[in-house]
């Protein structure tokens, strides 16, 4: 069987790099043993090729994940929503308030 084209092999491999971002975990199994019959690699080499693209996948995952999560962020602090964060320090503060109130203590100015 004749060698792939190398200059082929890594535009391929770059596009597929993009891809593998969006893939679901069995369609990433289903290449990586697709790509183990094409390339005749031996049993060890498949799974440190499965394992490497499931350590990539799982990190692609993890920054797309950071990213909405950030974008969310912005997005609702730009359009003035409060948060769940924001809420709970709004209770704890008046809770804070009402114990001070209570208490006839002067409340704690921030």
Known sequence: MPMPDVS???RKAII??????????DEMESFAREMEKKFEMSEKDG????????????KAQKKL??????????????A???????????????????????EGAPADDD
């Open 65 to 78: 994940e950071d990213r909405v999560e950030k974008t969310v962020r912005e997005f609702l602090k730009d």
């Open 8 to 10: 082929e092999f890594f």
């Open 80 to 102: 003035d929503i409060v948060t769940h964060e924001d809420l709970k320090a709004l209770k704890k503060e008046i809770r804070e308030l009402k114990k001070a109130v209570s």
């Open 16 to 25: 597929t790099g993009v891809g593998l971002g969006l893939m679901a975990k």
């Open 47 to 58: 799974k440190k090729f499965l394992d490497d693209l499931q350590e990539r996948y799982e």
